[in-house]
C-alpha cells in the first residue's frame, strides 16, 4: 500500500481540492462585483461523515467489561449522508444592490481569509501526517 492510499490522504487531497474550487467561486464573486444583477455564489461544504464512511469499514464499540458504559449509537454506525462537495449553488447574500448585485466585498473577503486559513491548516496537517510515518518507518 503507497502512503498516497491512504484514507486520512485521500480525505486531506478532497478537502483541498474543494478549497481550491471554493477560492475561485469567491474570486469570480469578487471580480463580478459591480456586474448588474450577479448573484454571489458559493460551494457547499463538504460532508465529512460521508468521506469517513467511504474511507472503509466502520468499527463499533464493544463493551469488553461489565464496567464499560454503554452508547446508545454503539454498533449503529454513522449515518449515510449524500455527500455535497463541490457542487455550486447560488447563495445571494444579506444585501443586494439597486441593480441587483448581491455581492458583499467585506462578506467575500472574509470567506477568502477562512478558506485560506482553512487550506493552511490542511497542508499543515498533511505534512505532519507524512513526518509520522517517515517516523514510523525509520527515515526521519
Known amino acids: 500500500m503507497a502512503i498516497g492510499d491512504l484514507p486520512i490522504f485521500d480525505m486531506m487531497k478532497?478537502?483541498?481540492h474543494w478549497l481550491t474550487?471554493?477560492?475561485q467561486v469567491l474570486a469570480q464573486n469578487v471580480?463580478?462585483?459591480?456586474?448588474p444583477g450577479y448573484?454571489?455564489?458559493?460551494?457547499?461544504?463538504?460532508?465529512?461523515?460521508a468521506l469517513v464512511k467511504r474511507s472503509g469499514?466502520?468499527?463499533a464499540p464493544v463493551a469488553t467489561q461489565s464496567g464499560h458504559i454503554g452508547s446508545p449509537v454503539a454498533g449503529a454506525g454513522f449515518r449515510a449522508a449524500q455527500a455535497t462537495?463541490?457542487?455550486?449553488?447560488?447563495?445571494?447574500?444579506?444585501?443586494?444592490?439597486?441593480?441587483?448585485?448581491s455581492v458583499v466585498l467585506e462578506e467575500q473577503m472574509i470567506k477568502v481569509a477562512e478558506?485560506?486559513?482553512d487550506y493552511q491548516t490542511v497542508t499543515?496537517?498533511?505534512?505532519?501526517?507524512?513526518?509520522l510515518i517517515r517516523i514510523a518507518l525509520g527515515r526521519s
Open 14 to 16: 478532497q478537502r483541498l
Open 21 to 23: 474550487a471554493r477560492q
Open 31 to 35: 471580480a463580478n462585483s459591480d456586474t
Open 39 to 49: 448573484a454571489a455564489q458559493d460551494l457547499k461544504e463538504l460532508d465529512f461523515g
Open 57 to 59: 469499514a466502520m468499527l
Open 85 to 101: 462537495g463541490g457542487q455550486l449553488m447560488r447563495k445571494p447574500d444579506f444585501e443586494t444592490s439597486p441593480s441587483g448585485n
Open 115 to 117: 478558506t485560506q486559513m
Open 124 to 131: 499543515g496537517l498533511y505534512s505532519k501526517s507524512l513526518g
